[in-house]
């Protein structure tokens, strides 16, 4: 007997009630690669295999055997297959793509001393590991496509270009991440010294002084108010 679908979505996307079983693992959220579990899709034509609905990083939701996904088999809708199979002069064809711009871009700063770059980044001893300096094809497994108006960003300003530290990140991301902000927690939310100089409304000078050189607790230098210059 088929299953009475509970949740419909457009473009034919139909959600399948969960099965009432011990034996059911729901997936619902597990992420491989490039896909994300978001729905049950029922079983194929009554049989025992399930299926469920997985959204790609490029937006595509497609239907897919579990199994083959979190299996590492399947690690896309299909575009990324594409995108690296593609037939150029080189074994992946996307030389002119950003994602390639980036990783090029990426080993120069950290290898090249003549780089403009290299004494804030391989100058100081960033590295790139091994698994993306040998393969721009690892590289793009493991970062997916770049956003618009991103580039790629390392976590740990400190740290190096690897799997786990690394983001795409737009501009005002990465300006909040530079090694020369300093981040201050209060009342359990983080943040950088001039995020909370903004949100208070005072200077930033004025935030730099309190915290920094007079070394006030940030909730301090964020409640105090600011003494008025005298009139001449």
Not at 9 to 29: A, C, M, Q, R, W
Not at 147 to 176: F, L, V
Request: proline share 4%; glycine share 10%.
């Amino acid at each position: 007997m088929n299953e009475i679908p509970v949740q419909s979505l457009p473009n034919g996307i139909v959600f399948h009630p969960k099965p009432e079983s011990n034996n059911f693992k729901d997936i619902t959220g597990e992420s491989r690669n490039f896909l994300t579990a978001i729905g049950y899709g029922g079983r194929f034509n009554g049989g025992t295999k399930t299926k469920w609905w997985f959204m790609c990083q490029c937006g595509t939701v497609k239907l897919l055997t579990p199994r083959a996904v979190l299996d590492g088999k399947t690690k896309s809708c299909g575009c990324m297959s594409v995108l690296l199979n593609r037939k150029s002069h080189s074994k992946h064809g996307m030389e002119k793509t950003p994602e390639y711009r980036s990783w090029q871009a990426m080993k120069t700063r950290c290898y090249n001393p003549r780089s403009q770059d290299w004494e804030r980044y391989g100058g100081r001893g960033i590295s790139v590991c091994d698994r993306w300096f040998h393969s721009f094809e690892n590289f793009f497994l493991d970062m997916g496509a770049r956003p618009e108006g991103c580039s790629i960003d390392r976590i740990d300003n400190n740290g190096n270009y690897e799997p786990g530290n690394c983001r795409w990140a737009c501009i005002k991301t990465q300006a909040q991440n530079k090694s020369n902000n300093l981040l201050l927690t209060h009342n359990g939310v983080t943040k950088c010294l001039a995020e909370w100089a903004d949100e208070s409304g005072i200077s930033r000078n004025t935030m730099y002084s309190r915290v920094v050189e007079s070394k006030w607790e940030i909730g301090k230098a964020i409640s105090a108010p600011t003494r008025k210059r005298k009139q001449q």
